[in-house]
């Protein structure tokens, strides 16, 4: 009976193994004999800003959650002391609650520890205590669980890889060229910045590329501050950036180059060795506009501006 329910789950992981992990949190949780599901995966951000990615869903409830919390102590404590499969205990409760995790302390819970690719995750699963599973059929289930998470974590990996700059961490020309083809065609407005870092070419020469890369990183930075759901930033070549400001506001548009420029300031005071110059060019258009000629226009502007930068 437990082969035929694991193929039948493994056939289902299958069909699906092209689809996020939070889509299939439901089939997982159903067949799992659970009430909800948890995973808890390293995320991103660094020293005090890391953080964890959250997903969970209630069959009960028909309810998904996704959100980030900050990394914990408990967090890393628990890869050391902790088995594949163990009981929640008093000060994982804690940790739980205290980032707003609504763990039902009433039900059986037990939580599997361990790394995919190069993510470290808790698995949880909460039961009724009517519900009796044994710990092989939980860890038969779970290694088919843990195999589709290492699957979706390098396909992941390879999509974000395809779709950014390694060295700057923005999107690469062929994330804009394919949204520059789709959804841009139909944004009713857009703000889009063009920046241009001035002397790249000659600090690369005198100075060496490392001081060239130093800028690169800085004036990316300036643009990844800004960016949201619906502010895209791009390098766009060697000494070229694009920011598209989707569907808000010309006075939006005028606050996010005020901040990037507020950003390269900040950045120069930190590092006066290797000073970030930049020239930029803006362009806002809404209602009836062409997307390509307004980014032309901004590319023209910022031009104009280094024209009357290196006259100075």
């Not at 092989?136 to 088919?144: F, R, S, V």
Request: proline letters at 1%.
């Amino acid at each position: 009976m437990l082969y035929q329910k694991l193929s039948e789950f493994q056939t289902e992981i299958i069909k699906n193994m092209n689809v996020s992990l939070y889509a299939n949190l439901e089939l997982i949780t159903s067949f799992l004999h659970a009430d909800k599901t948890y995973l808890i995966m390293e995320g991103g951000g660094e020293g005090p800003k890391r953080y964890l990615d959250l997903l969970s869903y209630s069959l009960k409830e028909k309810k998904q959650i996704s959100k980030k919390i900050l990394n914990h102590s408990y967090f890393e404590a628990i890869f050391r002391e902790k088995t594949k499969r163990s009981r929640l205990d008093d000060e994982m409760k804690r940790f739980f609650i205290a980032n707003g995790i609504d763990i039902d302390v009433s039900k059986k819970c037990y939580l599997f520890v361990d790394f995919a690719i190069e993510k470290r995750y808790i698995f949880l699963i909460e039961r009724s205590q009517d519900i009796t599973v044994s710990e092989e059929e939980d860890l038969a289930y779970y290694q088919i669980i843990h195999l589709f998470l290492e699957n979706n974590i390098l396909r992941e990996k390879m999509l974000w890889e395809s779709e950014h700059d390694q060295l700057t961490m923005l999107y690469n020309q062929g994330k804009y060229l394919n949204r520059k083809e789709s959804e841009y065609l139909n944004l009713q407005s857009v703000g889009v910045i063009f920046f241009d870092i001035n002397n790249l070419k000659v600090i690369n020469d005198c100075q060496g590329h490392n001081n060239g890369d130093i800028l690169i990183r800085m004036m990316s930075e300036c643009i990844l501050r800004q960016t949201s759901d619906s502010v895209h930033g791009y390098r766009i070549g060697g000494d070229e950036f694009l920011l598209v400001d989707c569907n808000d506001s010309k006075e939006h548009l005028d606050d996010l180059e005020g901040k990037c420029l507020e950003v390269v300031e900040e950045m120069n005071q930190k590092n006066p060795e290797v000073k970030l110059s930049v020239a930029l060019g803006k362009v806002y258009a809404k209602d009836t506009f062409d997307f390509e000629k307004v980014v032309a226009l901004a590319d023209e502007r910022m031009y104009e501006t280094k024209r009357k930068m290196k006259m100075k």
